[in-house]
């Protein structure tokens, strides 16, 4: 057939989506299934942020409230911002995409980290823009190699903190050093998808640096999600800071309902919840260091993250390893598919889902080891 796409989309690799539980549960004939795979909240959403989105389902008739003054007012209170530095988006990934549709022109250039979130990519490559990627310098940002790429075509460096997949930070000390480098005209987007999971007293915060005055020339995006700690995933939900004349041609180019009503109304819910919030977040912590010290008795080195996902070195294939996990029911993120091969990518799960987890790895240490002795005896 006749490729009538434009020639960058013609160019675009489709994302392939992890499997679903279903999925994997009729492919393998399983009763349980276990997901670790998206950096979801395994305690779910708030209980009032359920409430909220039973309560408004009788009103999904009128269309929401394009200006979504009332979530607004919210973030502005809690973040102590004003109205007009926000803007929302269905999910922080359309955030990213209007961040692309608004500011690249073809032949202009991103600077992003890889491996990362590989979203900044696509949208630059959609924008017939390029993409300049700086290898991870022991799983961090290599923020100094990232400011020398910078040149009079590039228009946005996306900095992701806590990175996607390995769970660094970027730290106050690294992003002055940074910021100094950084021409005015440049936007510097930092996606803190993760960023209530930190727990680093050296955590460059974004929001922060937008707030302070020494940065007031530079042109810093902060993107923020409800998909993440406050468990609204499959709402779609998430929203960008930064100043006025930045919001202003975005807003432009958001469509007027890019965000639902339901989702509206369960974020406000949640950001109310602090409890929730706070239970998430203790909760994350403590399995997090029961998964790293346990995957390291199996032999799995575990590195430091600050997310409620781990980023771990597998002492085989992590293709074999995805292979032999989904089939006794649990998904995880190959490294090989996010960049990393030899490592996987593990969101951290409920208690009983990951005691589950170790053992089905040992399981499977297990019969390899015995696949092992047999070969050796044959
Ligand atoms: C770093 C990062 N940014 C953005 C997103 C997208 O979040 P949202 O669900 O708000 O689109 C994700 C999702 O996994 C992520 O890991």
Redesign the pocket.
Known sequence: MVDICRGCVSNLKKYVPGRTEEEVKKEFGLDKVVKLA??ENPLGPSPKAVEAIKDYASKVYVYPDGSYRKLKEKLSEELDISFENITLGC???EVIKLIGETFLDPGDEIVTAWPT?P?YKHIAKLMDANVVEIPLKSFKHDLNKMADAITDKTKIVFI?SPN?PTGTIVTQDEIEGFLNKVPDDVLVVF?E??VEYVESDDFADALKLFKDNKWNNKKIVT?R?F?KIHGL?GL?I?YGITSPEIIEPIEKVREPFNVNSVAHEAAIASLEDKEHIEKSRKENFKEKKYLQKTLKTLGFEAEDTEANFLNVKSPFCDMELFDELMKKGIIMRPGSLLGLPGYFRLTVGKEKDNRYLCDKIKEILAERKGNDANAMNN
């Open positions: 998206s950096n999910g922080s990934d979130f979203i992701c996607n996606d998808a993760y993107l999600t998909s995933a779609r998430g």
